[in-house]
């Protein structure tokens, strides 16, 4: 066992008027600080064979099997997982889920592959039957990837945002996302018509749906390019308003050179990207940036002092030819930038968060900068949590999380099993398994303790809506 952190000894007095007990058994990889900034081995818990238990959706006790399974000797309902690691569910930091549908289409760069392909989907989204069957789906391929908490765009429409929100109830799991505010540079089958009743439906929506359960809400300019400054300066009201209850604040930053020339075109004036977003009060503690692939110094500086979230989505980023992504200068150490991963579909190629370190691997790479698999699986999920301000909540495998869990197979296929006996410990496994890309690596999620994805059950997914033809 590496590094163990938990010194429970007596046996634990369970509440007697909690819920029943579960446990899930099998080994165990959990991260609890970041390496880019201690040293890797502090930053990890793996047990070899490891028990966690959860009595209503949350983690009551993990540790060694033996030492735990001790404290509870009632504990009779425990699924044991061989050949298989049980990790935090994955953060999905950054996805749009009413891209699903136009996700791999045969494009160009951004900003032509948006007029082609995205907006004329999204449009499609003020139908809420056709919604509701996206978010069906959108839920299915998350889960079946092990992911657990998405941060979603949705798009214009409020049935956007409650499709989603949804299904998100039904399977309980933790959800952020919000109304897509767009009033320019779009068509109009997808354009805010009114930028003060775009302000109005979204705060509608945030009363109607933050915090209800696990339900987490967003205001969301797409980008600085489609919002008028009327717009911005009104979501940046909105998010201020919220923003000490949790609200978050969501957009796209410096992904691309010609996004950023057409910001500077639009806003002659603004030093630089990040300064657009400040000046109409979007940058804040809780504010999440997708990309940051094209950051200047002194933009670094100011989304650490504001301590906001920055999403790596590498395989958006690779299939759109946008820039490449620098850790080194996100964790750069005298300024740090909370970090998470995104799968940006549908720039991104798949659902699968595990493959998204596996792309960050060879990006940076192809700037002589290799990411270690520690760094990279504590960027799938407790950096995406700090992403997203839910360390104390989401990400880890501890007393009082969450319970939500994916469980990693050891042996998706005949060749990576014969392969990994050549490799000795868990975290070089894992780093074959993202390298090798598949898309099976997941056998079960947990979402707050149920299990709601297993791969070998005849009812894969439970709770999902039954929506499919
Ligand atoms: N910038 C503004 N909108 C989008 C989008 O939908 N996808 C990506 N990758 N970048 C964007
Ligand atoms: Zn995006």
């Keep these: ?37 201690h040293d890797e081995k502090e930053c990890y818990d793996y047990y070899a064979d490891g028990l966690v238990v959860v009595q209503d959706g949350v983690i009551l006790d993990v540790g060694d099997y033996a030492e735990v399974q001790a404290r509870y000797p009632g504990l009779d309902d425990v699924e044991h997982h061989e050949d298989a690691v049980i990790m935090p569910g994955f953060v999905d930091a950054h996805v749009h889920y009413v891209q699903s549908p136009m996700i791999g289409s045969f494009g160009d760069s951004l900003l032509s592959w948006l007029n082609q392909y995205t907006f004329p989907t999204e449009s499609k989204f003020c139908d809420k039957a056709f919604a509701d069957k996206v978010a069906c789906i959108f839920f299915k391929e998350i889960l079946e990837q092990g992911t657990t908490t998405a941060n979603v765009f949705s798009t214009t429409f409020a049935e956007s945002v409650d499709a989603l929100f949804e299904e998100s109830e039904r399977y309980n799991a933790r959800t952020i996302t919000g109304k897509v505010l767009q009033d320019r540079n779009l068509p109009d089958s997808l354009r805010d018509p009114d930028t003060r009743e775009s302000i109005v439906i979204a705060e509608r929506l945030l009363r109607k749906w933050h915090h209800r359960g696990r339900q987490l809400y967003a205001v969301i300019p797409r980008f600085a390019p489609t919002s008028t400054p009327e717009q911005l300066q009104l979501a940046g009201e909105l998010y201020q308003r919220y923003k000490d209850q949790g609200v978050y604040m969501h957009t796209h930053l410096d992904e691309v050179q010609s996004e950023i020339d057409w910001v500077t075109q639009l806003f002659p004036e603004i030093p630089n990207y990040t300064e657009v977003y400040r000046h109409f009060g979007l940058v804040d503690r809780m504010s999440v940036f997708a990309h940051c692939c094209i950051v200047r110094p002194e933009e670094w500086q100011i989304l650490h002092d504001a301590d906001c979230g920055i999403v790596h989505c590498p395989s958006s980023n690779l299939f759109l030819g946008d820039g490449e992504f620098k850790f080194w200068e996100a964790k750069e150490e005298s300024r740090p930038v909370r970090t998470g991963m995104g799968t940006d579909v549908g720039g991104g190629t798949n659902f699968s968060i595990l493959r998204q370190v596996g792309e960050a691997y060879k990006v940076g790479m192809l700037q002589q900068r290799g990411l270690s698999p520690v760094r990279s699986l504590y960027l799938a999920t407790r950096g995406g949590a700090e992403t997203l301000h839910l360390e104390h909540t989401i990400g880890s495998i501890a007393p009082g999380y969450e319970a939500d869990m994916a469980v990693i197979d050891l042996k998706p296929s005949y060749f990576a099993a014969w392969r990994l006996q050549f490799s000795d410990d868990i975290i070089s496994k894992l780093f074959v398994l993202t390298t090798l890309g598949l898309n099976n690596l997941n056998k079960a999620t947990y979402v707050a303790g149920r299990k709601v994805y297993d791969r070998s059950r005849e009812r894969k997914w439970l709770y999902a809506a039954d929506l499919e033809k």
């Design 1 to 37: 066992m590496e590094n163990t952190s938990n010194n429970h000894s007596a046996p634990i007095p369970v509440d007697p008027d909690g819920g029943k007990l579960s446990g899930v058994r099998g080994q165990i990889l959990t991260f609890k600080a970041d390496p880019f900034l």
